[in-house]
């Protein structure tokens, strides 16, 4: 039963990352940039985003293995990067960017677009491996792919957060959304630009800590690769 | 006779070159000692000697301090496994500095109001609720500090290093955030007369929680590490009495200020407190498991009835 639940939940997800990616390639395709690829994303993408929810409750619950910790933590800073930042300021998050590089013609720059590339393709490979778990069936591909995308995709998708933060700041700093001050009943005060200094200071530990994680998961499951592989090739 | 033991890393490398030449009936303490003396960086309490695991076996065994080698049935050439703990701290000492933070962390904000609310003008005069607050925060830390040196005996010496910052940050981060808030020029205060009778409860629990702390000192003999069935004052019913009244003096702190961060300190207080006072319980009905002559350990709540 929980395989047959399991198995909806990861190939559905898939697919609606997958609906996502292939609206941001067509938004582009026809010349769309940052600000239409969001309108066109928006509804499937806090649809899909929104359900990772899901995964908090199955690690309680003990649906999957998944530690509780380390999967709360994910699904939070994709809330808040989400609810918290790009929806607290979407016309600032989805026309700004960071231009990284200019060298003549190239431009190199994160935006919404560079994004939304690191989130669905890399939820894309992670629902489709969970959901071919649940079929028992491992093409390699798949199971490369969900442990080799992350080296460039996982810094990759950071940095674009980290971009969309810098462009909402000056909003947040100017409106100071769910905030409130004393005097109150409660006797206490919010204030969501600095709560969003202190989740940023979180990432400067939480980034490395998780990535080498992911690189010894990847040793441990694809191997002691290039020799080896060279050999068998 | 003397014997000699191989040491050994975990990943197995030989420690001490040729191993360590011990006394037959040495104890472990002799055996750091002697190690000391050999790797001068590794004071006693550094070191961690256990027995390799055996076929089957998950957890390695580990040698404690006032144990015979010979009670381990270590010989000639037997191999133990040399764990270094890391830097090592007194605990009355991180007891000490975790305690002494709040005391005057809280007070700041209490006596140099002007310097914390800086864009506060006019700061009004403080009202009799915070007056309360930090006589009773004070008393609560003041005693804490006594009891570290006079009343606590504690069953280990040392911890690692790093506990003292992880626990400072945590004890004078907390005083900050709810003295900020207790202090606030633009706190509301609740009723004054609640507020007598709450910190008149709360101050009944904190002497409750002393003498229960003297009951656990009374417990275990000077030197002593083992472990004895508490009874009296709470005990009879609760496994940890001493967090019972704890706890319950800080909702009452909390409800007597009836400041919101007062309430999530005593909810992150409390969720420490029940997962040490869980292992506690299941250790306590372990070690008193009613067979072979040992006692039975009564049937009783964990720490905060009539939940838990």
Redesign the interface.
């Known amino acids: 039963m929980a395989n047959t639940y399991l198995l909806v939940y990861n190939a559905s997800l898939a697919a609606g990352w997958a609906y996502v990616a292939f609206l941001v390639a067509n938004t582009v395709y026809n010349g769309g940039w940052t600000k239409e690829v969001y309108e066109a994303v928006s509804v499937p993408l806090k649809i899909a985003q929104s359900a990772a929810i899901a995964e908090v409750f199955h690690s309680v619950l003990g649906v999957v293995k998944a530690p509780f910790f380390t999967t709360f933590i994910q699904v939070l800073s994709r809330y808040w990067a989400l609810w918290g930042i790009v929806e607290v300021a979407p016309e600032a998050t989805s026309s700004g960017s960071l231009t990284l590089l200019k060298a003549g013609p190239v431009t190199l720059q994160l935006n919404m677009i560079t994004l939304l590339f690191c989130w669905s393709v890399t939820e894309v490979l992670r629902y489709g491996f969970y959901a071919a778990k649940e079929l028992g069936v491992m093409p390699y591909a798949l199971l490369w792919l969900r442990y080799s995308t992350f080296v460039i995709l996982y810094p990759l998708g950071v940095a674009s957060e980290m971009t969309m933060v810098y462009l909402a700041m000056p909003v947040i700093r100017k409106e100071r959304p769910l905030s409130f001050s004393?005097?109150?009943?409660?006797?206490?005060?919010f204030d969501y630009y600095y709560f969003c200094w202190i989740a940023i200071a979180c990432y400067v530990p939480g980034l490395p800590e998780l990535y080498f994680h992911m690189l010894r998961q990847r040793k441990k499951i694809l191997g002691a690769p290039p020799k080896a592989a060279r050999k068998i090739a | 006779m003397p014997i000699t033991l191989s040491v050994q890393s975990r990943s197995g490398k030989e420690v001490v070159k040729g191993g360590i030449p011990v006394p037959e009936e040495a104890t472990v303490h002799d055996l750091q000692v002697k190690f000391h003396q050999l790797k001068p960086k590794f004071y006693p309490s550094r070191q961690r000697f256990s027995l390799p695991l055996k076929a089957g076996e998950k957890k390695a065994t580990s040698l404690a301090h006032g144990k015979k080698l010979s009670d381990y049935d270590l010989k000639d050439g037997s191999v133990l496994i040399f764990k270094d703990l890391g830097p090592q701290i007194g605990y009355s000492t991180v007891f000490f500095w975790e305690y002494f933070g709040p005391l005057v962390v809280y007070a700041l904000f209490y006596f140099f109001p002007s310097v914390f609310y800086p864009t506060f003008k006019n700061i009004p005069d403080k009202h009799p609720v915070q007056t309360m607050a930090v006589a009773y925060w004070s008393f609560h830390y003041t005693k804490r500090i006594f009891e570290t040196f006079f009343v606590h005996r504690f069953s280990h010496g040392t911890m690692p290093l790093t506990n003292l910052f992880k626990n400072c940050g945590y004890y004078w981060g907390f005083a900050a955030f709810v003295s900020y808030f207790v202090n606030h020029p633009l706190h509301t205060t609740p009723s004054t007369q609640v507020a007598y009778v709450l910190f008149g409860l709360a101050m009944l629990c904190q002497v409750a929680n002393l003498t229960t702390h003297v009951i656990q000192r009374n417990l275990r003999p000077p030197g002593g590490k083992g472990y004895a069935i508490p009874h009296g004052f709470g005990f009879d019913y609760i496994t940890c009495a001493n967090y019972t009244f704890e706890i319950y003096g800080w909702i009452l702190f909390a409800a007597a200020t009836w400041t919101l961060p007062a309430l999530i300190f005593i909810t992150a207080g409390a969720a420490q407190m029940a997962i040490w006072a869980k292992a506690k319980h299941a250790r306590l009905r372990k070690i008193f498991d009613g067979k072979d002559g040992r006692d039975m350990y009564p049937k009783r709540w964990i720490m905060l009835p009539p939940f838990f």
Do not use: K, L, Y
């Open positions: 004393m005097p109150n009943s409660f006797n206490f005060a």
